[in-house]
């Protein structure tokens, strides 16, 4: 969104939006790289309110992947580094809900389609 406002010109009127809530979440970071522009930003806008304003991020890579979504190992580095300073970090080790469950579906119709076959 941040390369899009700045794009169209609207990019002050998103920060004022962004600026006016007390928590930031970043759900599913990571899954779409941003492009340098929009990584740039995002950078910035971090690096800005990391002191101040709550943040919220969700993600699935580790640390040491997320130059591959900001393309700039110096500025990972930092946003690292200003996101662990008053962070507390949740680790949830373990298989993917989303997969387990799906296996769990998956199973469960293969059960019963083969119980419909034998009772034909």
């Not at 190992?73 to 799906?102: D, K």
Request: glycine share 6%; net charge neutral; hydrophobic share 40%.
């Amino acid at each position: 969104q941040l390369s899009e406002a700045k794009k169209a010109g609207t990019l002050g009127t998103l920060l004022k939006k962004l600026n006016k809530a007390s928590v930031i979440i970043l759900d599913e970071w990571g899954y779409v790289p941003y492009d340098r522009t929009g990584a740039q930003l995002l950078f910035d806008y971090l690096s800005e309110i990391h002191e101040h304003k709550s943040i919220i991020l969700n993600t699935n890579l580790e640390f040491s992947r997320w130059v591959n979504v900001l393309y700039d190992e110096q500025m990972t580095v930092a946003l690292v580094g200003r996101l662990m300073h008053h962070c507390y970090l949740l680790l949830f080790p373990g298989e993917n809900n989303r997969l387990r469950e799906s296996s769990i579906n998956d199973l469960y119709r293969s059960i019963a389609s083969t119980d419909k076959k034998e009772g034909q």
